[in-house]
């Protein structure tokens, strides 16, 4: 392999190492959008949906989620 060659893949591995990353979300957005993954969205959906009750069972707006069930 050439220096020029390897300069190159140096120069470019060095701005890839400079790009920021993107957040978690953002990542799993392309994950899905890319792979055709779109029966995880509503499991999603529902183990953020759960972790809300969850969450809000331990406020003072348990009182009323319990009716619910």
């Known amino acids: 392999m050439s220096n020029d060659t390897q300069q ?17 979300v953002a990542e799993f957005w392309f994950f899905i959008k890319h792979n055709k993954k779109w ?14 009750l969850i969450l809000l ?3 003072a707006i348990a009182p009323f989620i319990y009716p619910l069930f």
């Open 39 to 52: 029966w995880l969205l509503p499991i999603l959906i529902i183990l953020l949906l759960l972790g809300l």
């Open 57 to 59: 069972g331990g406020t």
């Open 8 to 24: 190159n893949r140096n120069n470019e591995f060095n701005k890839l190492a400079q790009q920021q990353r993107p957040s978690l």
